[in-house]
């Protein structure tokens, strides 16, 4: 089992900038791709950024390209989300997934086998 705790979340005016992070535990020694995904109220979880372990690339949704980073603490078992140049639109629950038997789609939430429990990044206009 693997457990995964988001944090840093929280009210930003738009234009600034949040970090995100999102901490393992358990058994993680298989972990092939971590992600963010978002869910604003609404509307359906969507793709934020991944990273893949086996090759160290790192994927990002078209709506953050640019503006989002991705990163990896691996001595701490921790993914990182750095938000830059936030939009109002960006505002939603914000979650971390672990996907362990990678077979391609990082951007499918199916494949993801863990979920954190979310942290709520809201941006005000």
């Known amino acids: 089992q693997v457990q995964l705790v988001e944090s840093g979340g929280g009210l930003v005016q738009a234009g600034g900038s949040l970090r995100l992070s999102c901490a393992a535990s358990?058994?993680?020694?298989?972990?092939?791709?971590m992600a963010w995904f978002r869910q604003a109220p609404g509307k359906e979880r969507e793709f934020v950024a991944a990273?893949?372990?086996?090759?160290?690339?790192?994927y990002y949704g078209d709506t953050v390209k640019g503006r989002f980073t991705i990163s990896t603490d691996n001595a701490k078992n921790m993914v990182l989300l750095q938000m830059n140049s936030l939009k109002a639109e960006d505002t939603a629950v914000y979650y971390c997934?672990?996907?362990?038997?990678?077979?391609?789609?990082?951007?499918?939430?199916?494949?993801?086998?863990?979920w954190g429990q979310g942290t709520q990044v809201t941006v005000s206009s």
């Open positions: 990273f893949r372990y086996s090759n160290k690339n790192a």
């Open positions: 997934g672990i996907a362990v038997n990678y077979r391609g789609g990082y951007y499918l939430r199916t494949i993801y086998d863990y």
């Open positions: 358990g058994r993680t020694s298989s972990t092939a791709v």
